[in-house]
């Protein structure tokens, strides 16, 4: 089986920071994108940033600018460095992993449980 873990959240002040890591352990062979999304209340889930086993990058626009998405691929985890922080950016966070087990088998997703970030004054 395949485990993500988050952490790094927490409770901060407008226009602070903070930095989320997912690290993933288990039976793993190969990880190809690693993404952050989050799930505010009475919003749907939306993604926030992802990154390819070859370092390529995507933001939603709301986060361009403020967060970056960065990986270790020798220690299977991903961090999500989160700078100017805004009421809106309240939700809680979830790693995802596309995953490959074993050589020739098929690919799955993988989940976190998800860390709190609060921004408030």
């Known amino acids: 089986q395949v485990q993500l873990v988050e952490s790094g959240g927490g409770l901060v002040q407008p226009g602070g920071s903070l930095r989320l890591s997912c690290a993933a352990s288990?039976?793993?062979?190969?990880?190809?994108?690693m993404d952050w999304y989050r799930k505010a209340p009475g919003k749907q889930r939306e993604l926030v940033a992802s990154i390819t086993s070859g370092g390529i990058t995507n933001y939603a626009e709301s986060v361009k600018g403020r967060f970056s998405i960065s990986r270790d691929n020798a220690k299977n985890t991903a961090y999500l460095q989160m700078n100017s922080l805004k009421s809106e950016d309240t939700a809680v966070y979830y790693c995802h992993a596309h995953v490959q087990r074993s050589w020739g088998n098929r690919w799955n997703d993988y989940w976190g449980q998800g860390t709190q970030v609060t921004v408030s004054s």
């Open positions: 288990g039976s793993i062979f190969s990880i190809d994108t």
